[in-house]
């Protein structure tokens, strides 16, 4: 099992509260993830990465166990403690002010 | 007795706003407004608007610099929103306009600007974005599919502004539905007569001698907003960049109506809802200085279609006003009197119940408002 932790706005616009909990069939990537979370929360496609090229969008981060992932391929698989659900896979909005 | 001359309507205002959208509404004599929102938070609301055929049916292009692009839905009146479609994929291979210092680039969606519903499906409705395209949805938002003969009408020419290359206006012939008239952002305006299949330039008439190398150029004039009356759809008013401009042939040709306004730079531009001839605009002072001229707020009303206009400066700030008032942010409603209503960067929303002449805020301190649609409901 794996735990996301959502940005404010899009725990909004997929109308949960908290973290989301996602079972994965296969290896725990990236791509996997974000597959599973979009898969559960279709709201949710082309707001994390986009539709077409499924490239992440430019203000928004990865992170996990105190570590930036978000310039890693799909295919880069998550550490065993967020692979496991001990730890979260953090999806966050950059930093920005306005 | 006066009563029983205001109708039982009602008139719902739909503000887009940089930080979400507010819904305004009031009974017929527009004198108590309620408000609800924000809806959508956080967000950039660019445009709302209803369905002329089912009033309940709202449509919001919702977005954001983080999370990009999200379409919502209402069915009753804006209480309750549903996600839609938000896949807006240009057709084959997208090819590429010309960038800011000459060169190619290619097509990337950004944002939808405007939407138009149809006049009588609820289903079906148009998007202009950015980078600019016409997107048309047949089954309420959830499919989107570009009109990609737009682009072939010397796509390769256009270049974005300093605002983006939005498509903004699309104008839809109420008498005939194969007619289409679109604008571009520092593009110009664009026809269509066969449902969009064909597209061609329609800027024959309009003149950018500061913008454009070549002022008669056929593409690259940077029209800011068209209008026009129902009744008379070959009848066209703009507010370009500079210059306030008509057209009596859907477009084919225009002139100069900008007579003697204080300053002919502006970005909205409405017509009244019985009057085809009443023209409002809202003159800015210049493109370097975006507020209005000797910082009063007025809006110029024109009763003879253009050339002769006249300040309405009842009840709006006439001293140490620099708000701007965007291209969508002014609207119509279809009572009588005309209810004329304006958002501001500034946040106010103002409104007036008697064509114009008298004004007051029906809310003043807003987030920098974008767009502003009203609906007359029964």
């Not at chain 1, 990537?29 to 077409?52: C, K, N, S, W, Y």
């Not at chain 2, 004198?31 to 709202?58: M, N, V």
């Not at chain 2, 997208?94 to 006049?119: C, I, M, N």
């Amino acid at each position: 099992m794996i735990r996301v932790a959502l940005p404010y706005h899009l725990r909004t616009l997929a109308r949960v509260d908290g973290e989301v909990r996602l079972e994965l069939g296969g290896p725990a990537t990236i791509g996997a993830v974000l597959d599973a979370l979009e898969a559960r929360h279709p709201v949710l496609r082309g707001t994390i990465r986009d539709q077409v090229t499924l490239r992440r969008r430019p203000f928004v981060r990865f992170f996990a166990r105190k570590e930036d992932l978000s310039n890693e391929s799909a295919t880069t698989t998550l550490p065993d403690a967020v692979a496991t659900g001990v730890e979260p896979f953090f999806i966050v909005g950059a930093m920005a002010g306005g | 007795m006066q009563d029983a001359y205001i109708p039982m309507s009602k008139v719902r205002i739909l503000v887009g706003t940089r930080k979400g959208g507010f819904i305004l509404t009031a009974d017929g004599r527009r004198e108590h407004w309620d408000i609800s929102g924000p809806h959508f938070a956080g967000w950039e609301i660019y445009h709302l608007k209803g369905s002329p055929a089912q009033p309940d049916r709202l449509y919001a292009s919702q977005s954001s610099g983080w999370f990009g692009q999200v379409m919502q839905r209402s069915d009753d009146g804006g209480r309750t929103w549903e996600a839609v479609g938000n896949d807006f994929r240009y057709e084959g291979t997208p090819g590429s306009h010309k960038w800011y210092d000459g060169t190619q680039h290619p097509w990337e969606f950004k944002r939808v600007w405007h939407l138009e519903p149809a006049p009588a499906d609820p289903d079906t409705l148009f998007a202009g974005v950015e980078d600019a395209g016409l997107f048309r949805s047949a089954d309420g938002g959830l499919t989107w599919h570009e009109l990609a003969g737009l682009r072939s009408a010397k796509g390769q020419l256009w270049q974005p502004g300093a605002g983006g290359m939005c498509l903004h206006t699309i104008m839809l012939d109420p008498n005939e539905p194969r007619r289409i008239l679109v604008a571009i952002s520092a593009a110009g305006v664009f026809r269509t007569d066969d449902g969009g299949v064909t597209w061609r330039p329609a800027n024959r008439g309009l003149k950018s001698p500061y913008e454009l190398p070549d002022p008669d150029a056929e593409v690259g004039h940077c029209v800011h907003r068209i209008a026009m009356h129902p009744s008379r759809p070959e009848v066209l008013f703009m507010q370009k960049h500079w210059d306030v401009m008509r057209s009596d042939d859907g477009g084919e040709s225009w002139r100069e109506v900008s007579g003697n306004l204080p300053s002919d730079f502006g970005f909205p531009i409405q017509v009244h809802a019985r009057e085809p001839e009443t023209v409002y605009v809202v003159p800015i002072k210049s493109d370097s200085e975006h507020y209005p001229p000797e910082a009063k707020l007025r809006v110029y009303r024109s009763r003879t279609g253009g050339n002769e206009w006249e300040a309405l400066t009842n009840g709006l700030p006439q001293r140490d006003c620099y708000v701007n008032v965007l291209r969508e942010a002014m609207s119509v409603d279809t009572l009588e009197p005309c209810g004329v209503y304006f958002g501001t960067t500034g946040g106010q929303v103002y409104a007036s119940a008697d064509d114009g002449d008298t004004w007051t805020a029906i809310v003043r301190d807003l987030p920098a408002v974008l767009s502003v649609e009203a609906q007359t409901l029964p």
